[in-house]
């Protein structure tokens, strides 16, 4: 059974930066996309970037584009989520999934971590 376990997550000043990862036991790629997305406190689970494991191809949200990149490491079954220049607003629960379809529609997910925490300090 593939789980997918997230860590990185803290506490950061605003500007700072923070690398997320996301572990899979298992064999995560037989789901081809895997994503992130994040929860603020009384809000909806929003996508913040998605990749085609089979294609490479990367998909930001315009909230997070250009400060933050999703890449994998096929070698250790793992996925990342490089933050910077981080925000107060991008204070969250960050959540890995995985699923078959290219998108950040979080219902097309059928495998999430538990999720790490990111608070960013103004």
């Known amino acids: 059974q593939v789980q997918v376990v997230e860590s990185g997550g803290g506490s950061v000043q605003a500007g700072g930066s923070l690398r997320l990862s996301c572990a899979a036991s298992g064999d995560i790629y037989s789901r081809r996309c895997v994503a992130w997305f994040r929860q603020a406190p009384g809000k909806e689970r929003e996508g913040v970037a998605v990749?085609?494991?089979?294609?490479?191809?990367?998909y930001h949200a315009a909230s997070v584009k250009g400060r933050f990149t999703i890449s994998q490491d096929n070698a250790k079954n793992t996925l990342y989520l490089q933050m910077n220049s981080l925000k107060p607003e991008d204070t969250a629960m960050y959540y890995c999934?995985?699923?078959?379809?290219?998108?950040?529609?979080?219902?097309?997910?059928?495998?999430w971590g538990q999720g790490t925490q990111v608070t960013v300090s103004s």
């Open positions: 999934a995985a699923g078959n379809v290219y998108t950040l529609t979080r219902e097309r997910y059928n495998l």
């Open positions: 990749m085609d494991t089979v294609t490479g191809g990367t």
